[in-house]
């Protein structure tokens, strides 16, 4: 089980993220989740909730979480649409930005500290394996989404398995 990509990955993730979290929320105060939220909008600019739940890979129960707590902080603006009031986008308030522009280059150098060990050619051929791997997980996912549904409203993960 030690050798499968998923569980290795996630030990990496773990590892590597771990001086992350600790920076964001010793010196800043926020989550990495509220992290990933704040980087992508600063980044891609203000989008409907839906949209950064999809494009941050997070599901939206969590984002809308993340959001009301990004907006409490007064990181973010929440801006419900005029001729519906259910819609809304998100954009990083000036301080939101500022601290977005501040807290960047300090996760820029410990990623760059996490790679240091590979050369510029195993650096090459990471991001190239990387970017095949991306693509073919969302083929698997997509496939495996449509043959297999889950089962959530009988009780999902909770219910036993039966051959």
Do not use: C
């Not at 001086?19 to 600063?42: C, D, F, K, N, S």
């Not at 930005?97 to 590979?118: D, G, K, M, S």
Request: aromatic content about 4%; hydrophobic content about 45%.
């Amino acid at each position: 089980m030690g050798q499968l990509l998923n569980f290795r990955l996630q030990a990496l993730f773990a590892l590597s993220g771990a001086p992350v979290v600790r920076m964001l929320e010793g010196r800043y105060g926020i989550t990495r989740r509220e992290w990933r939220l704040l980087a992508w909008l600063a980044e891609s600019g203000p989008l409907s909730p839906s949209a950064l739940a999809e494009a941050t890979q997070l599901d939206r129960a969590r984002t809308s979480r993340a959001i009301g707590n990004l907006t409490g902080k007064g990181l973010i603006n929440r801006i419900a649409e005029r001729h519906d009031p259910r819609r809304a986008m998100v954009s990083l308030t000036p301080t939101g930005q500022a601290l977005y522009e501040q807290v960047f280059p300090a996760v820029a150098q410990l990623n760059a500290q996490l790679v240091e060990v590979l050369d510029e050619a195993q650096l090459h051929v990471l991001d190239i394996a990387l970017a095949q791997l991306t693509t073919h997980a969302r083929a698997v996912n997509q496939r495996v989404a449509t043959e297999v549904k889950t089962m959530r409203q009988a009780g999902g993960s909770r219910r036993l398995h039966s051959p």
